[in-house]
């Protein structure tokens, strides 16, 4: 199970983009601010997307044999990565919790050919009720697509902390979640 954004966003951002749109002298990496390491180091592992390989059907890491299934877990906007992870790419199966902005890409909802499943707090303070009305339209009967409401419970509910946090509800999604990627991962 793939729980890193920078693994989902390597998927589904860069995907298909030359590599010189990237890393070249006008390119977007020269706008980024990095934290470690740097673009030619990324640029160098042999699971970039840019290299041209999928990291979904990579060839294993640390001497181990290459994985046959990846999931995908996003919160918020990482929630928005899911949707577009199972849209995008050939991931075996996604989760997002309270995504944002999905309502907005419900046209690449036919693309979806692995099981997704989204979680949605009906008083989500981000992703207000038409939004939710319209991801419910779009996805209701797609038949890779699982949709979760909690009912009163408010954008990052299953928060490791704050006050935004619903023990209750986290527990239900994050046991859903578990339930959902044993039956698609294995």
């Known amino acids: 199970v793939v729980n890193n954004c920078r693994a989902s966003l390597d998927v589904v951002t860069f995907r298909g983009v030359p590599r010189e749109d990237l890393a070249g002298p006008s390119g977007w990496a020269s706008k980024w601010q990095l934290i470690a390491g740097s673009v030619a180091e990324w640029g160098k592992r042999s699971h970039s997307p840019p290299g041209g390989e ?4 990579g060839g294993g890491s640390a001497g181990q044999p290459p994985v ?25 199966a ?6 944002v902005m999905i309502d907005q890409m419900l046209n690449e909802s036919h693309a979806i050919a692995n099981p997704l499943m989204l979680h949605i707090p009906t008083a989500d303070h981000f992703v207000g009720p038409e939004a939710q009305a319209a991801i419910h339209a779009g996805l209701d009967g797609h038949p890779k697509v699982t949709l979760h409401d909690y009912e009163g419970l408010d954008h990052g509910f299953a928060t ?8 209750a509800g986290a527990r239900l999604a994050d046991s859903r979640t578990a339930a959902f990627f044993a039956a698609h991962l294995g």
């Open 54 to 57: 999928t990291p979904a059907r």
């Open 160 to 167: 490791e902390m704050g006050d935004r946090r619903d023990d």
């Open 94 to 99: 996604s989760v997002g919790y309270y995504g």
């Open 68 to 92: 046959q299934k990846v999931g995908c877990v996003g919160y918020c906007l990482g929630g928005r990565l899911a949707y577009m992870a199972a849209a995008r790419t050939d991931i075996s």
